[in-house]
């Protein structure tokens, strides 16, 4: 494809391995906005008429077209944000599973649910609210998107879908699936809005409630704009997630893991594992560990990376600021043991770090470090990993790792977060809940709590 030099769209293709910019494309009108918005809430209209029977062949067809397309899909994610090949695929594996789980689930997760009443009958019907808008992120193109759209296409709610300005292609391709599928084109629709058309989409009185996974700054602007209008948001934001090692059987092997989870997606994800919490009796030999994977590693291209390769960040301003974020702590007093450093001007190389000594003085404690940079913490014993663990703004996930599984569940009770997991660095599955609180977010997505966000739980009652 021929290079683009000079583009002035905000939604535009941008190689990270290489910094070109390959395609631009051009944000939506207002009369292609409100056209978009006029189909979708007619769409709804019908949509009250059908049951969610009528629209299960829809979502097992789309689950069907994702696998069958997952590599070609993948390729776009490549391209697009600098994922792996391997990583992309399964990706667009996971977002199938998710068509597919509330395909299969749907009908009895909304289900009628009778209430036990003296003299009459009662129920609670779960009925589609409307028109909705998603906000996307670009880190998961595919398998945010299918979180978001999955169990409300099941439910009858109708799809704005607004990408992120760095994945155009990756929604689009999408949504040619969604419609091939049996999707209706007019209930589900991509808009490339920008930030002032979003705005409008919000406040429009024929749209129902809005879904953004993002930014605190993007889920405050949000949430700010939809309550003025009255509207139901969920938001999944940012997440700081303790992991928190209290014993292990071999060191090698938690670091081993701990490095895996730290390195998904290059750690451009919200349940990253971003504060390892270490007992001290094994910390020395853990930073050891850890240090001598991330050194180990040098760049590759995302499309044919080696297990001893790193893959790009999205885009050159995430390196930048991870960088300064890095840098920052290390002129504070912080050790970095490896990595830190940023690849050749405009890509979005960074190579992955592992620091320790961090204070609460520095950017690192705070802030969310969205890339692939292991913080290490020293914990003298269980109350210090506990209020390490929960001092944080964030309350997303965490994971906890015991040879004594009760005394691992004991310690997760008491962390403050949406998530936990034990003996696992992650609890993720179609079929179960993601969301947070504090300043993750509120509302939940996937599994049974995730068709239940946007429904009217309508009251029938029966004299």
Not at 260 to 287: H, L, P, T, Y
Request: charged content about 20%; aromatic content about 6%; some cysteine.
């Amino acid at each position: 494809m021929t290079t683009i030099t000079a583009v002035q769209s905000a939604y535009r293709v941008a190689d990270p391995a290489t910094g070109d910019v390959l395609e631009a494309f051009d944000a939506a009108t207002d009369d292609e906005i409100e056209a978009a918005i006029a189909s979708a809430t007619a769409a709804a209209q019908r949509e009250l008429g059908r049951s969610v029977a009528d629209r299960i062949d829809a979502l097992h067809r789309t689950a069907q077209l994702l696998r069958e397309r997952r590599t070609e899909l993948a390729e776009i994610a490549v391209q697009e944000i600098g994922k792996s090949l391997a990583q992309a695929e399964a990706e667009v594996d996971f977002a199938a599973d998710i068509f597919g789980y509330y395909a299969s689930n749907a009908p009895q997760l909304t289900a009628d649910q009778l209430i036990p009443t003296a003299g009459t009958r009662a129920m609670i019907e779960r009925r589609p609210l409307g028109v909705l808008l998603g906000i996307m992120p670009w880190n998961y193109p595919y398998y945010q998107v299918a979180r978001f759209a999955a169990p409300n296409i099941a439910v009858g709610n109708t799809i704005l879908l607004k990408p992120a300005e760095w994945c155009p292609r990756s929604a689009l391709a999408l949504q040619a699936v969604l419609h091939e599928a049996g999707v209706p084109q007019d209930a589900y629709a991509t808009i490339l809005a920008d930030h002032d058309q979003t705005r409008t989409v919000i406040q429009d009185p024929r749209v129902a409630a809005v879904s953004l996974t993002g930014s605190e700054r993007a889920g405050a602007a949000v949430a700010e704009i939809a309550g003025a209008a009255l509207k139901k948001v969920v938001l999944e934001l940012g997440g700081s997630d303790a992991y928190v090692i209290l014993d292990t059987e071999s060191v090698s092997e938690a670091a081993a893991t701990a490095w895996g989870m730290r390195m998904e997606n290059m750690g451009q994800a919200c349940n990253s594992n971003k504060r390892i919490i270490v007992a001290a009796d094994i910390f020395d030999e853990f930073v050891v560990e850890l240090t001598s994977l991330a050194s180990g590693i040098r760049p590759g291209h995302p499309l044919r990376l080696a297990d001893d390769e790193y893959a790009p960040l999205a885009a050159r301003s995430a390196a930048e600021r991870l960088a300064e974020q890095v840098q920052d702590a290390v002129a504070k007093g912080a050790t970095l043991h490896a990595g830190g450093q940023l690849g050749n001007a405009s890509t979005g190389y960074f190579a992955p770090a592992v620091l320790t000594g961090v204070t609460p003085d520095m950017r690192a404690y705070r802030e969310e470090l969205f890339g692939p940079v292991a913080v290490v913490y020293r914990a003298a014993d269980e109350a210090e990993a506990l209020r390490l663990a929960n001092d944080t703004d964030f309350g997303l996930g965490a994971a906890v790792f015991s040879q004594d599984v009760d005394r691992a569940v004991r310690f997760a009770r008491t962390l403050d977060t949406g998530m936990v997991s034990i003996n696992a660095p992650a609890a993720e599955g179609a079929d179960l809940p993601f969301g947070g609180v504090k300043r993750s977010g509120f509302g939940r997505e996937l599994g049974p709590l995730g068709i239940d966000e946007f429904v009217n739980k309508r009251l029938l009652y029966i004299q």
